[in-house]
């Protein structure tokens, strides 16, 4: 009897998770394995195959996933980087309010990714663009055709745009982990700014750039919205050319898409698992 | 001597921020806001493109941008479709995650990896999958489809702020008295818990309200022309007319900041009621 009852409980205690359950394997779990499924099936024999995964050794998909790793590698360093110093300009600055601000503004402007952003990119540095022409009439240089906000370099621009301010969020909470007390005991032991940051600051920060550097990478690699408003198909991306198979305007079999799908969720959950792995290592520093 | 002077000298420091702060944050605040700043003027300049100022000022291009024919529908579709948005999280996700937290405390580390898990989905790869699975079927390409795929991507913008407010308040206690009580279980959420995490559950459904307003690309790649909202109106124009597409852009920048003003808003009360309610204690 008080089995029975003990048994009743689990099964009650886990029916409250069905709806939620039911609802995540209907629009998530299953329609990625009919994606994992039918990245393995050849359509026209409906017979196992791994062509699709082979076929990804041909030019336009090599190219594409060269320039979607070049484009999320590149900004996630350069985010990492200018992220973490103005994290740390911000941090350090006196003003109560004004970091308050500044930390809101981030939150804001990380989501403003997509066609607005793009479109306020080729606003200010497209052929006619308001920077384009002060930089035109002020220093006498052309930025096209060398540089163009419908390329490869006009992405870096736009992408940096929200990779930083996420950097920002990121890095700031880690600059706690650094005791004042630290940098008070090193520099009584005669260490200089230099020294303390060598041997003390970066190994603790050190989890944490590489959380961020990984939740860049991602956030990059799946972005889709800001590339297609920008360079639609003069520029061969992951994400633009599944998009193309969704919306049919390239005839290929849709088994490459689904490949491509599972080979970009496969650098996706490494990324994420990175991401993870270090954001635990780093929260070992803000314990008490 | 030198004690003495100390101090005074480290307040200095605290107070006014270094030289290289002031550039970097001037620096950051440029990147930032340039961009949007242009936007802002470009929707109601006359012609800004052969001088560093505008040449003249209008309202021209918001009148245009109104007179659109599809304006309003794309307007409406995208209310109709971040509202339901948050209807469908707000009953899938506020019981789930309230039960975990008093009845199943062990599995909490799975729902949050449950919940967290889309942001590693990139959304063309969710759009392909669930255009795949559910081709053929009633709904393939549907609004209810995009709806689905919108909760699922939304889904760790609600769960943050109602687990956050879930473990702010003392819910095993606060459900454990409502037992006492005689209450059952959907008393204990709709009357005691509900209404402690209401700030926690505004910030939520604020945040998956602007996610989903300013969705694009599950929109286009599911259903597409079928059903147009407003971000693929903006997009279609900054093809078509630079002048109107700006003028949408501030439209949506606008409620973009809206939104973020009023969850600050919301989360400073919601901070106020918590520390009133420690000081009750």
Redesign the interface.
Known sequence: MPFQNHYRNITK??F??L??LF??L???F???L??LR?SFIDKSTNQFTINHFLDMGRPLYIRSFWNSILLSGLTAIIGVIFGT??GY??Y???SERLRQI?I??????T??A???????????LGM?G??T??IM?YFNIGLYPNFSIYSFSGLILAY??FQ??LM?LTIIPAFSGIKKEWQESANSLGANSFQFWRHIGLPVLFPSLIAGLTLLF?NA??A??TA??LVESQLSLV?LQ??F???GEVRHD?GI??AM?IL??II??LS?GIYQLTTKRASRWLKT | MTDFIKPTKRNKE?????L??LV??AL??F??L???I??YV?SVATR?????LPEGLTLEFYQKAFQVSYFSITLRNSLILAISAVLTSLI??V??VY??HT??PNSKSLLEI?MI??????????????????NGTIISRSPFLLI??V??YSMPFMYRPVSNALHAIDANTLTEAGQCLGANSFQILTKIIIPNIIPGILSGSLLVF??VF?E??LT??IV?AGFKTF?LL??EF?RIN?NI??AF?VI??TI??LV?ILI?WIGSKGQGITSEALRAH
């Open positions: 205690k886990w409250g998770l709806p939620f609802f995540c209907s629009f998530e299953i329609p990625i009919f994606l039918g110093f103005i300009a911000i350090r600055w006196p500044l809101t503004l981030s939150d804001v402007t989501n403003f997509g066609a607005p952003l793009a479109f306020a990119f080729i606003i200010i006619n308001v920077i022409q002060f009439k940096v745009y930083l301010p920002v991602a690699f799946g889709y919205a297609y408003t994400t599944i998009g198979m969704i919306a849709p898409g689904m799908a970009s969720l996706m959950g994420i | 605290i107070t006014k921020p270094a290289w702060q970097l944050i950051f605040l990147y930032m340039v961009p949007i242009s936007t470009f800004w493109d052969r001088t560093i899938i996700i019981p789930t039960w975990v009845h199943i449950l898990l889309p942001f590693g989905i990139p959304t063309v790869v969710l759009a392909l999958a669930l255009v795949q699975a559910y689905g795929a909760v699922i602007s996610t300013a694009f690309t286009t790649l597409g971000p903006l997009v900054t630079g597409a700006a852009s949506s920048f973009a900041w973020s600050l």
